[in-house]
Structures are given as C-alpha cells and as structure tokens.
C-alpha cells in the first residue's frame, strides 16, 4: 500500500514538472504580446521590419511638404548581443518592455527560427 501511494505521488511530480506550452509557443506568445503592444505589430511577423507610419512635413522656408516614413528595424539579422542590448537601451518610439532575460531568449530564438512565408 505504502509503495503504491508512493509510486502515484512520484508519477504526480513528474507530470507537473511537464511544461503547460512549447518553448516554441511560448516564445510566439511572447512576440504577439509581451507587455501590451506585440513586437510583430512593428517589426513584422518574422522580424523582417516594417513601416509603422508615413507622414508628411513641412519645410518652413518654402512650405513645401516632405514625405517621411518611421520605420521599426530588421532584426531577424542582428545578433544576440545585438538584441539583448537592444532592450537595455532607450528608443525614441519603441516602448520599454522590462522582459527577464529568459524572456528576451526566447524572443531571440522565435525570430531566428522562422521560415521565410510561415507564421
């Protein structure tokens, strides 16, 4: 009896050491939505880049309007130094994330491991 009870509590910690999600769906979870805004609606599905928003300017000597883009970088490209740096630093529009390092990991590996034409 006492081996019995034992055996099921030990199967019972074994299954609960399981993960709930993959790695891999962890991470697109995380691209979609990390803290509010997910990368993607920027940098595109697979990290490719992307144009957020185009506008107009005005010079103010001839008012003549100028057309701009703001565009978000490429960065299924830039190494992991790269990427990791990128979250330590102050951005003019990219919002900061406060991710953990696991978490910046992870997004590391989802858009390294993107096929060209798959989401």
């Given amino acids: 009896m006492k081996r019995s009870l034992f055996l099921l509590i ?3 910690f074994i299954q609960a050491d399981e993960s709930f999600i993959s790695d ?3 991470a697109k979870m995380l691209y979609k939505n990390p803290r509010g805004i997910g990368c993607d609606k920027c940098h595109g599905e697979r990290g490719e880049g992307k144009i957020i928003a ?3 300017i005005k010079k103010r000597d ?3 309007k100028i057309a701009k883009e703001l565009k978000a970088p490429k960065i299924n490209n830039i190494s992991k130094i790269e990427f990791f740096k990128s979250f330590k630093k102050r951005h ?3 919002p900061t994330y406060f991710l953990t390092a696991k978490e910046i990991e992870s997004l590391y590996y989802y858009i390294k491991n993107q096929k060209k034409g798959k989401k």
Avoid: D
């Fill in 10 to 12: 030990f199967a019972l």
């Fill in 24 to 26: 891999r769906e962890y």
């Fill in 54 to 56: 185009k506008y107009f």
């Fill in 62 to 64: 001839s008012k003549k």
């Fill in 92 to 94: 003019k529009v990219m």
